[in-house]
T-cell receptor, first 116, second 114 residues
Framework: DTEVTQTPKHLVMGMTNKKSLKCEQH?????MYWYKQKAKKPPELMFV???????INESVPSRFSPECPNSSLLNLHLHALQPEDSALYLC???????????????FGPGTRLTVL | AQSVTQPDIHITVSEGASLELRCNYS??????LFWYVQSPGQGLQLLLK??????LVQGIKGFEAEFKRSQSSFNLRKPSVHWSDAAEYFC????????????FGKGTTLSVSS
């Protein structure tokens, strides 16, 4: 099973709201990722958690705050977003280490975020 | 610097015809290469991957890809396209280090005509 789940599927929020995106995997993966994808563009990496520690932050604005409560869960807390933050937010996970095969990322279905 | 180029932005293929999507990469070491497919409004689904060994790799949904080191290419093929194959296809290269970013190409949109 290579399933990554994300909730909610759709989210509409105002610029003063606080909301959270949730991602879950039960594959025993130790690396989890947040990507942002605008229409007709490839995904862009935002954050990586490796063994529950933030290992990569691609200079993302502080209005996006990631959290990894345990090895199966990844949250993205949103506050004071701008309309240009509207996008598809994708979560991915990978085993987190190279063994016989390369570390392969598996993606969730995404959360479609609209900021009004 | 690592990069991935997908030369074709949009391709239209008749249903039942063969398909080839092109991908060229630039990477200093032996690359880990991936093809993902994304249906509208959906996440990315892994089609296949290559890291070593046989240069022709088989994936899901009848897709295959061939790694050609001399041409720095990893083209995706399917002998007979179905209408359900219409989607966005991304080629990506991964670093030889776990827990790092995938470098994506800009994607190719596949349309299937009847």
């Amino acid at each position: 099973d290579t399933e990554v789940t994300q909730t909610p599927k759709h989210l509409v929020m105002g610029m003063t709201n606080k909301k959270s995106l949730k991602c879950e995997q039960h594959m025993g993966h130790r690396a989890m990722y947040w990507y942002k994808q605008k229409a007709k563009k490839p995904p862009e990496l935002m954050f990586v958690y490796s063994y529950e520690k933030l290992s990569i932050n691609e200079s993302v604005p502080s209005r996006f705050s990631p959290e990894c409560p345990n090895s199966s869960l990844l949250n993205l807390h949103l506050h004071a977003l701008q309309p240009e933050d509207s996008a598809l937010y994708l979560c991915a996970s990978s085993q987190g280490y190279d063994r016989v095969e390369p570390d392969t990322q598996y993606f969730g279905p995404g959360t479609r975020l609209t900021v009004l | 610097a690592q990069s991935v180029t997908q030369p074709d932005i949009h391709i239209t293929v008749s249903e039942g015809a063969s398909l080839e999507l092109r991908c060229n990469y630039s990477y200093g070491a032996t690359p880990y290469l991936f093809w993902y497919v994304q249906s509208p409004g959906q996440g990315l689904q892994l089609l296949l991957k290559y890291f070593s060994g046989d240069t022709l790799v088989q994936g899901i949904k009848g897709f295959e890809a061939e790694f050609k080191r001399s041409q720095s290419s990893f083209n995706l093929r399917k002998p007979s396209v179905h209408w359900s194959d219409a989607a966005e296809y991304f080629c990506a290269v991964g670093a030889n280090q776990a827990g790092t970013a995938l470098i994506f190409g800009k994607g190719t949109t596949l349309s299937v005509s009847s």
